[in-house]
Every structure is written in structure tokens, then in C-alpha cells.
């Protein structure tokens, strides 16, 4: 999880470098009224408060983004396609320069990832994404982890719960 966390928030951080030179001037007089830096926000939406995995890597980017000094939004959809594409384009609305997702579907990819193109943001892919589709998206990245905590929690729950010696097929998605 935490080389997760860490791999967003660099990738948030060079995102916020490239965003800041692109946005210079010639004056410095110009610069400097401006102010040092302008304010960073990052959207996060993730999909469920049900599911303990998402909670802790949103709860993680929140806390070590703003540790960093930029805005972290959060929001969930509960597991609902279009509440993620409007909680996205909510957060585009608001100034966020990376909208990043646990989207639980990834039809809700693409209308994010175009949204963020038309606002000029990055979109982050978080755990699910893109993946063979991001061609002609500059802002694109994907930022995935094993999840090695829920796999272990899952197991946990299956050897506690089943009955002794039972076989079973698991396969998660």
C-alpha cells in the first residue's frame, strides 16, 4: 500500500512540475506577484467505503498529499458508473490538476479520462484504468499495487468461515 501511495504521490508531484512549468512567464515581476505557488489539488474517487482496501489507499493519498501541502478531494460513488464520471467531473470543476480513481468499473474510464483531457488535467488510473485504451491521452497514468492486504484478509475470512477440508475455487478480479 504504501509504495502504492508513494508512486501516486510522485507521480502527482512531477505532474505538478510539469503543470507549473508550462504556466511561466518571461516576467518575473509577473511570477513573483502571482505568488510562490499556485494551490494543487488532487482529486480521489474510489469506489465503495465497503471496501476496506479502497478506504485505506484514499485515506493514504489524503494524508500524505496534504502532508505535501496540496488539496486532496475525496469521493465514493458506491459502486455506481455515473455518480463516478460526475464526482470526476465535479472535482475538474473544482481546479483539480489530477483526478485519480479506483473507478469499480472501467467504463467510467474513458468519459473521465476525456473529461480531464478537455480540463487539461492528468488522470490517474488507480488499481484499474485504461490499460490498452490510453493511447492519444498525454495526462495519462496508471499507478497499480498487488494488494497484498486484502488477499491476506480474504484468506483469512475463507479459513475462518468454511468448513474444515472444504475445496473450493476462488478467483478475484
Request: overall charge negative; glycine content about 10%; aromatic content about 8%.
Amino acid at each position: 500500500m504504501k509504495r502504492t501511495v508513494s508512486m501516486l504521490l510522485v507521480t502527482a508531484m512531477l505532474m505538478m512540475g510539469l503543470t507549473a512549468c508550462g504556466g511561466q512567464t518571461d516576467n518575473a515581476a509577473e511570477n513573483s506577484a502571482a505568488g510562490d505557488a499556485e494551490e494543487f489539488i488532487i482529486g480521489c474517487e474510489y469506489s465503495t467505503s465497503s471496501c476496506v482496501y479502497c478506504m485505506n489507499l484514499a485515506n493514504a493519498i489524503k494524508e500524505y498529499g496534504e502532508a505535501e501541502g496540496m488539496t486532496v478531494l475525496l469521493t465514493q460513488a458506491n459502486r455506481d458508473v455515473y455518480t463516478e464520471i460526475s464526482n470526476a467531473e465535479s472535482m475538474l470543476a473544482q481546479g483539480a490538476q489530477v483526478v485519480g480513481g479506483i473507478w469499480d468499473d472501467s467504463d467510467a474510464c474513458m468519459p473521465v479520462a476525456t473529461a480531464c483531457a478537455e480540463s487539461d488535467a492528468w488522470c490517474v488510473g488507480l488499481l484499474n484504468g485504461l490499460t490498452d485504451r490510453a493511447d492519444g491521452y498525454e495526462k495519462y497514468a496508471y499507478v497499480g499495487s498487488e494488494n497484498y492486504d486484502g488477499g491476506y484478509l480474504q484468506g483469512e475470512w475463507l479459513a475462518e468461515n468454511l468448513p474444515e477440508n472444504a475445496e473450493i475455487f476462488y478467483m478475484a478480479c
